[in-house]
């Protein structure tokens, strides 16, 4: 759903991948959770630099990655046809 959007977002496939973060989504996951981690910066953790003093984001990319968001989220909670 995520990926869809993006894809029709920002005019290009883009793919699901895991990513080597710390972040407390492991203990939705360990509770049966699902979760997400969605960035809406460039395609690596090394462009973005990330969770170092100096991360980093393309102003650009915020707009459409807000986008991306409120569109999967309106797809999650729609009611059914």
């Known amino acids: 759903m995520i990926t869809h959007r993006a894809g029709q977002i ?5 793919t ?4 080597p973060l710390y972040t407390d989504a492991r203990h939705y996951a360990a509770a049966g959770i699902p979760i997400v981690l969605y960035g809406a910066g ?7 630099n990330a ?5 980093r984001l393309d102003l650009a990319d915020l707009p459409r990655a807000t ?3 409120a569109l ?10």
């Open 72 to 81: 999967s989220l309106y797809d999650l909670l729609k009611p059914p046809a």
């Open 10 to 14: 920002f005019g290009e496939p883009i």
């Open 67 to 69: 986008e991306v968001i």
């Open 51 to 55: 969770h170092r003093a100096d991360e």
């Open 42 to 48: 460039p395609r690596s953790i090394e462009l973005a």
């Open 16 to 19: 699901a991948k895991g990513a």
